[in-house]
Each structure stands twice: as structure tokens, then as C-alpha cells.
């Protein structure tokens, strides 16, 4: 079956901390995709990224940058110097392709970042 | 921005009665899905679609019903509703593009409250 866990519901931070975002997922595919969402107090969901099951090279966006690590299972979630409009929910999601031929996507139950000032 | 539109954005609908969200599509993306948020449970899969008329259930499939006549739209449908579907509801889509690259994006959801 596969699962996404993300273990920590709520984090609370200040301002320019660093922050990390655990996310543990399993599946016995061997191709699969990984993505991380954000979702700010207006509620929208925000496609932040995908990395396939086949790149374990991790990723930096200017604030942003993620770990995938295969041996672990698992796709962290770095924000450095957070900042207040970091405060959202944050989903890590797993995208398979099952043997029948359809798809799915299986998010985590999310973490509620909160950063004080 | 994906061009993915819900409707209605807000319903409020009193118990027992049929209700249908709509999600349409511009980007011809074969696949389609409706998801329901509630506090706790993250986002749960209620049905997708891999094509016209082609559709399977999620993991909380039951009181709800899908259909799928064209690419573009895929309906939700309450039969009769109940309390406990009151939920913010997200429409996805994705194409697979090869093999090394898929996208997903999502509506701006439907917030629901069956009174």
C-alpha cells in the first residue's frame, strides 16, 4: 500500500529560523514521483515540487530545498530564514502509477507551519 | 496558472438534498481528480478519472458519485446529503508526460456545509 507520513502536525518558529519539514512515504513502486504543496490561510493549494523517483539530487530554490534520500524514504522540507508568509499547511504528496495503468496521488496529513515575528 | 475552475466556490445545503460540484479543465489533461480536505485527515481521494467515462473510486468513495462525459469536465455529485460531507472539496488534473515527468495541480476549492 502506499502511505505518506508526515509526522509533525503543528511547528511553531521565529522569524529567521530555519525549519524542516519530515516527510516519510512508502511504496514498492519503483518509479514514482514525490511532490511538496503548500497551502496558505486563503486556502489554495501551491505546487512547490516534483522530483522523480530516479533524481535523488537535491534541489534548492532560493529559501527552499528539499532532501530525497531513497535509503530512508524520504522527501524533507528545508525552509532557511523563515519568514511570517512561510506560514502555511504543507503537504508532501507520493504520485504512482499503478500496474492497471491509472494513477494516484496519496498526500500526507500535512504540518501547520506557524512563524512568529 | 493551470486552468482549472470549480464551481461553485461556496454551497451551503441542508441534509438530504442532491448536490453537484463541477470541475473543468483547459489543459486537456487526461486525468482528473476529486479530493475532500478535512482537519486531521489532510486530503483524501474520493474518485479520479483516466479518461472520458473512465473513472474508480478513491479511499472515502462512499455517498459520492462521478461522471466524466467530456475531457475538460468531471462532475462530483451528492446524492443525498449528509452532515458529515461537509468539507472543502479540490478538483486535481494531471498528465503524464513521458516518463520522467508529471504534473498535478489543483482548483481553488469548494467549501461545502450541509446544515
Known amino acids: 500500500a502506499q502511505k505518506v507520513t508526515q509526522a509533525q502536525t503543528e511547528i511553531s518558529v521565529v522569524e529567521k529560523e530555519d525549519v524542516t519539514l519530515d516527510c516519510v512515504y512508502e511504496t514498492r513502486d519503483t518509479t514514482y514521483y514525490l511532490f511538496w504543496y503548500k497551502q496558505p490561510p486563503s486556502g489554495e493549494l501551491v505546487f512547490l515540487i516534483r522530483r522523480n523517483s530516479f533524481d535523488e539530487q537535491n534541489e534548492i530554490s532560493g529559501r527552499y530545498s528539499w532532501n530525497f534520500q531513497k535509503s530512508t524514504s524520504s522527501f524533507n522540507f528545508t525552509i532557511t530564514a523563515s519568514q511570517v508568509v512561510d506560514s502555511a499547511v504543507y503537504f508532501c504528496?507520493?504520485?504512482?502509477?499503478?500496474?492497471?495503468?491509472?494513477?494516484?496521488?496519496?498526500f500526507g496529513k500535512g504540518t501547520k507551519l506557524t512563524v512568529n515575528p | 496558472d493551470a486552468g482549472i475552475t470549480q464551481s461553485p466556490r461556496h454551497k451551503v445545503t441542508e441534509t438530504g438534498t442532491p448536490v453537484t460540484l463541477r470541475c473543468h479543465q483547459t489543459e486537456n489533461h487526461r486525468y482528473m481528480y476529486w479530493y475532500r480536505q478535512d482537519p486531521g485527515h489532510g486530503l483524501r481521494l474520493i474518485h479520479y478519472?483516466?479518461?472520458?467515462?473512465?473513472?474508480d473510486k478513491g479511499e472515502v468513495s462512499d455517498g459520492y458519485s462521478v461522471s466524466r462525459s467530456k475531457t475538460e469536465d468531471f462532475l462530483l455529485t451528492l446524492e443525498s446529503a449528509t452532515s458529515s460531507q461537509t468539507s472543502v472539496y479540490f478538483c486535481?488534473?494531471?498528465?503524464?508526460?513521458?516518463?520522467?515527468?508529471?504534473?498535478?495541480?489543483f482548483g481553488q476549492g469548494t467549501r461545502l456545509t450541509v446544515v
Open positions: 504528496a507520493l504520485y504512482i502509477l499503478t500496474q492497471g495503468g491509472s494513477e494516484k496521488l496519496v
Open positions: 486535481a488534473i494531471s498528465e503524464e508526460k513521458g516518463a520522467l515527468n508529471t504534473e498535478a495541480f
Open positions: 478519472s483516466y479518461g472520458v467515462k473512465d473513472t
